[in-house]
């Protein structure tokens, strides 16, 4: 029988596809997390602590009608979902949070974490939804930059230069923690928003580093597991691939010192910045309706910018 053409992925996540089997042990609870690029590391520092059983499971951007199939079982024997927020019916799949509860035993468990994004650090990045198609990122980095977009806006051939002070960088950092807080409200979740206000260093917007993960396991893990303790991994950053250059007037506005930081990089390379902003100019003469879309959902952080 020929291989499936994704079999390296199906090995990564080698239980869930049922290519590999672990003992589970009856003393521990076993917990699925769910969720995109955060829940795999949430995975992993709950699994440090000795006290709870988990394999990895796809990021829910990536599921299949036959994931959805295979998920079943898996939720049937679960004793805690851990879940972020998720809408029902996401991507036309039976992937909401309440959708995949309703799969659980009896007397199962369900804890939602909040998407974490942190932007006081980096305040003209932003991550936008292009209408059309939610998936559609910008070339070079997923991840807009509020200067290049209102470049974008004025038919500019560079990023808009603003010096908005420390007083506006203060603010829109204080608004980064109250979206959080407002989610967290509203999707009523563990809370990590005053981890926030600490000015944490992270690898872009929404790549927490360790430090700030190991906050949120800790505190799923207390309701899961009282007194047990997450490990963070020593020797690697689970989301550092990537990593964005600091605003260091932002940084000194918050009074954080941050050494080096000053481009882009990826696997510890650094990317041309001219080629970044040529492309991503580009990219918003081909689509439009992304550089209309940026400038509503970030009115009020271009606003205290100076980008409005």
């Given at each position: ?8 992925r199906r090995r990564h996540y080698g239980e869930f596809?049922q290519l590999t089997v672990a003992e589970r042990r ?46 079943a079982p898996v939720l049937a024997r679960a004793d ?229």
């Amino acid at each position: 029988m020929a291989s499936p053409p994704d079999l390296p992925r199906r090995r990564h996540y080698g239980e869930f596809y049922q290519l590999t089997v672990a003992e589970r042990r009856a003393d521990r609870p076993f917990v699925a997390v769910m969720g995109n690029c955060q829940a795999e590391s949430l995975r992993i520092l709950l699994d440090s602590s000795g006290a709870v059983d988990s394999f990895r499971l796809p990021p829910v951007h990536e599921f299949t009608a036959e994931d959805i199939a295979l998920l079943a079982p898996v939720l049937a024997r679960a004793d805690v979902l851990v879940s972020q927020p998720i809408r029902a019916d996401y991507r036309e799949l039976p992937l909401g949070t309440s959708q995949l509860a309703a799969l659980l035993p009896p007397g199962a468990t369900v804890l939602r974490y909040p998407v974490l994004r942190w932007d006081g650090l980096m305040p003209f990045h932003a991550i936008v939804r292009d209408p059309s198609d939610p998936s559609h990122n910008p070339p070079v980095v997923p991840y807009h930059d509020l200067r290049i977009l209102a470049a974008a806006a004025r038919g500019r051939a560079a990023p808009v230069d603003v010096d908005p002070g420390a007083p506006a960088f203060r603010a829109a950092a204080a608004l980064s923690i109250a979206q959080l807080r407002t989610r967290e409200e509203h999707h009523d979740t563990v809370r990590v928003s005053d981890h926030l206000e600490s000015a944490p260093v992270w690898h872009t917007i929404n790549h927490p580093s360790n430090e700030t993960l190991a906050v949120l396991a800790q505190r799923v893990l207390d309701r899961i597991a009282p007194g047990a303790t997450v490990t963070p991994p020593a020797d690697r950053e689970m989301l550092g691939g990537l990593q964005a250059p600091v605003e260091h007037r932002a940084a000194a506005a918050l009074g954080v010192s941050v050494a080096g930081r000053e481009q882009w990089t990826a696997a510890g390379e650094p990317l041309d910045q001219p080629a970044l902003v040529a492309a991503q100019l580009a990219f918003y003469r081909e689509h439009p309706q992304v550089v209309a879309a940026g400038l509503e959902r970030h009115a009020e952080r271009l606003a205290l910018l100076g980008l409005a």
